[in-house]
């Protein structure tokens, strides 16, 4: 067999503004301020989801909701109703540069609430910083990091002796505080961009830094590790919810946003704002141990025009058939969208049905078993394990 094509790679990520065309349609992704849907604008956004989609919403891994199936016809339209709910920026460049990750489990008034406040309002004015189109930032100064595991160029979070802001892919920072971060973070980004972080547009921090660029004067406090694994209950800031495949449909997400403000985590969970016990939900994941959890899985054929093969009912037959704790990603193509880091076990598409198996690696590593049929691993799945 052939080997499979190289997935196209777009350098950027959609938004509302610069959606992005997928199989089913365009692509709109709302980055809402604090990754916070009052009540209001969450129902509003299923029913706009509704009217001019498909009716599905996915959460993205920098926890930003995406519209799926829009049509093009009906964009202008959707733009406005997006406007009317104060979730559009005034520009594209705007939209792209205001590309803030904020750990959810903030409160009003404190620490993290008010640097990505600040960190917002300072990206969205500095038209002069013209940062790569993935180039991103995460606030996460609750008592200890919860989003070093998530794709971020510049960090603000906090170590043992205050705040901290990092460069990714460095071990040490410079202390910051609330009051200077926003400010530190934008020189940050403009060091970037001025020593090649970004040659022809594109580039990423941890990369620039592997290069051995040597960092700013100041960045040598030790940062302070951590691990934090997410699972969905309640949490001293309301209660998660994680989604099958990070994607709800219109009326289950009105249906959530009737009980409580919706704060996006870059987990695809949804944290219900307050809430303490778990609610009645199409879709909503309450239980830690069900099986759904153990895999990912992108959109796959036919929704993404990348993908070679369908890969979420394979992902949901094969989850229940997975030993111990083993945990599965299913990819449609070797770009890996769903799961871009390492993966315990991974089956990447080459063509429809037919999947190589890469243990411990991402979906574009070397596989370790080839041509695998999807049909075949449903009555053996043993195949996932076996040498």
């Known amino acids: 067999m052939s080997a499979a ?12 503004l610069r959606p992005m065309m997928s199989g089913d349609g365009l692509v709109v992704r709302i980055r809402a301020p604090l990754g916070r849907f009052s009540p209001e604008q969450a129902q509003g956004v299923a029913r706009l989801s509704q009217q001019f989609g498909n009716g599905l ?3 993205s891994a920098r926890a930003n909701l995406q519209m799926r199936g829009i049509r093009e016809e009906g964009h202008a339209g959707l733009i406005e109703g997006l406007r009317v709910l104060g979730l559009v920026d005034d520009d594209a460049g705007a939209e792209a540069r205001r590309n803030v990750l904020v750990a959810p489990f903030w409160s009003e008034g404190d620490e993290t609430h008010r640097i990505a406040e600040a960190l917002s309002l300072a990206l969205t004015a500095a038209t002069d910083l013209k940062l790569p189109g993935k180039f991103g930032f995460a606030v996460d100064c609750g008592t200890v990091p919860v989003l070093l595991d998530i794709a971020a160029d510049i960090r603000i979070e ?3 002796d205050g705040l901290l802001l990092r460069a990714d892919g460095a071990d040490t920072g410079l202390p910051v505080t609330a009051e200077t971060a926003a400010k530190a973070a934008l020189e940050l980004a403009h060091w970037f961009v001025d020593t090649g972080g970004a040659p022809e547009g594109r580039g990423r921090m941890k990369a620039h830094v592997a290069r051995g660029t040597p960092l700013p004067a100041g960045h040598d406090r030790r940062a302070l590790p951590h691990d934090y694994a997410p699972i969905p209950g309640p949490t001293p800031s309301g ?6 495949f990070g994607q709800i449909d219109a009326e289950s997400f009105a249906l959530l946003a009737g009980h ?3 704060r996006l985590t870059p987990w695809r969970m949804l944290l219900l704002e307050g809430v303490s016990t778990s609610v009645t939900c199409t879709g909503a994941i309450f239980d830690a141990a069900d099986p759904r959890l153990r895999v990912t899985a992108c959109t796959g054929a036919p929704g993404c025009p990348q993908a070679l093969s369908s890969t979420r009912q394979l992902a949901l037959d094969l989850a229940q058939m997975l030993p111990g704790d083993a945990k599965l990603h299913v990819s449609g193509c070797a770009k890996g969208c769903a799961h871009p880091a390492p993966a315990p076990l991974t089956l990447t598409a080459t063509a429809r049905d037919t999947f190589d198996l890469i243990r411990n690696g991402t979906a574009a590593d070397r596989p370790a078993k080839t041509d695998l049929n999807a049909f075949a691993l449903r009555r053996t799945p043993d195949l996932l394990t076996q040498d």
Request: glycine share 8%; net charge negative.
């Open 260 to 262: 409580a403000p919706l």
């Open 5 to 16: 094509p190289d997935p196209k790679v777009y350098g950027w990520c959609p938004g509302a």
């Open 57 to 59: 919403l996915d959460l």
């Open 158 to 160: 906090r170590n043992s």
């Open 239 to 244: 209660i998660l919810a994680a989604l099958e």
